[in-house]
């Protein structure tokens, strides 16, 4: 079965920078969507930013101008470079992967996501 693997998460203050990255194994198509969501403590999981195997990009309002979404298919790995990281940025993220034919979607997902990481920590402190 596909398996996604996130690293990077960590805790830091606020203005300063973090790279996460997805390592994506298990499958033998290459997705056509991969993306980033985050969930903070008592609110629902939405959606960061995402990339396509086109190359288009879609973010969060949130997010635009301080973060950038990459990928590099020969090694499986997506990755969320986070910069100017505010308070409300605290949150759990989460790498997502669709299977073949989708694509990015207004609002920083992908028009489907059926495999998941297990997550990993940022927390912004002011």
């Known amino acids: 079965q596909v398996q996604l693997v996130e690293s990077g998460g960590g805790s830091v203050q606020a203005g300063g920078s973090l790279r996460l990255s997805c390592v994506a194994s298990?499958?033998?198509?290459?997705?056509?969507?991969m993306g980033w969501f985050r969930q903070a403590p008592g609110k629902e999981r939405e959606g960061v930013a995402a990339?396509?195997?086109?190359?288009?990009?879609t973010y969060d309002d949130s997010v635009k101008g301080r973060f950038t979404i990459s990928q590099d298919n020969a090694k499986n790995t997506l990755n969320l470079q986070m910069n100017s990281l505010k308070r409300e940025d605290t949150a759990m993220y989460y790498c997502?992967?669709?299977?073949?034919?989708?694509?990015?979607?207004?609002?920083?997902?992908?028009?489907?996501?059926?495999?998941w990481g297990q997550g990993t920590q940022v927390s912004v402190s002011s």
């Open positions: 997502a992967a669709s299977s073949w034919g989708q694509t990015v979607a207004p609002g920083g997902g992908c028009t489907e996501t059926r495999y």
């Open positions: 298990g499958y033998t198509s290459r997705p056509y969507c």
């Open positions: 990339i396509d195997n086109y190359g288009r990009t």
